[in-house]
């Protein structure tokens, strides 16, 4: 089996486990990403096989058309109000249940609907377990106004957490800017490892042009983590 099979397989049995959480007459959250793709389209099954009605708010334009094209009521966050249970994928995920997340550029909306959840589950690959957070480029979303001030200004406060000088790179699709769902830019922060994820995630909200960072701290309740046998554990 290729590494790549492995993964897919193990996105495929987080998903599914994930599935089974759901309860008839939920008010559910939408994760964005490849594995939250897999969740959608099972959970889009499982509600046409038994009937559920369910209400879902996505944390993403790509997430929304795909939730709606395979007939699941796909509605606006602040419409539903509150959710029982968000279910999304994360790039990291670390002992404490803390995540680095945004690599599909949605951490902002991922973020408001996650916190508007009783639970939060995160689904993933063993790939995604670490001791500590950091090995993934941490995402930041900023405005596009100043946004290499904007830059200069993180880049002072990984200085002064004794981060070293590490490169923040602005984000690009197809040789462009990369703009997210909010029509913001993202940076990405190359850190290696984050000793202090809590100081490092006050000093990143204080800058002005920084809408949102991709730590997700106590937010997270439980992470399923599948493997390719189709078992999972959760943390
Ligand atoms: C999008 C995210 C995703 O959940 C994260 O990037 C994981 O994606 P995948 O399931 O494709 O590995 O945070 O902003």
Redesign the pocket.
Known sequence: MTDATATDLS?DAAATAAVALVEPGMRLGL??????VIFVRRLAQRAAAEGLALRCAATSKATAQLAASLGLRVEELDDIGWLDLTI????EVDPDLNLI???????LR?KIVAMASDRMVVI?DQG?VVDRLGQFHLPVEVIPFGWQTTRKLITRALDALDLGQRPVLLRQRDNKPLLTDEGNLILDLALEAIPDPQALADRLSRIAGVVEH?LFLNICHVAIIGRPDGSVVEL
Do not use: C, R, Y
């Not at 994760?31 to 939250?36: D, K, L, Q, R, Y």
């Not at 997340?101 to 949605?106: H, L, N, P």
């Open positions: 996105k994760g964005t990403g490849s594995t939250a999304d994928g994360a790039d997340k945004g690599g599909g550029a949605a951490h991922e993933a995604k991709g």
